[in-house]
């Protein structure tokens, strides 16, 4: 069983940066998602598990970057320029075949709250 707990969440005005990181056990392909209210979790970002592959969604494409320390078995997701559409439950997965979907293990969650 791989556990994964996130961190970094808070609240940050619109313009502003935070930075999310995700600690695992094991070295899987690894992915971010979020899940905004009334709506479905989507997508985010993604990285292969040696670090070189990186995939990111449209709408984070240059603001948002994934990144893995493999040493210390933490992947990050350093946001940038957020936005009040950027509010919601941040997800860490891990191993995934696709990096798109499909993943097996889930975190708990972290908030991430953008004031306009």
């Known amino acids: 069983q791989v556990q994964l707990v996130e961190s970094g969440g808070g609240l940050v005005q619109a313009g502003g940066s935070l930075r999310l990181s995700c600690a695992a056990s094991?070295?899987?392909?690894m992915g971010w998602f979020r899940q905004a209210p009334g709506k479905e979790r989507e997508f985010v970002a993604a990285?292969?598990?040696?670090?070189?592959?990186?995939y990111y969604a449209d709408s984070v494409n240059g603001r948002f970057t994934i990144s893995r320390d493999n040493a210390k078995n933490t992947m990050f997701l350093q946001m940038s320029s957020l936005k009040p559409e950027d509010t919601a439950v941040y997800y860490c997965a891990a191993d995934s075949a696709n990096l798109y979907r499909g993943y097996r293990y889930w975190g708990q969650g972290t908030q991430v709250t953008v004031s306009s």
């Open positions: 990285i292969g598990w040696s670090g070189g592959i990186k």
């Open positions: 094991g070295r899987y392909a």
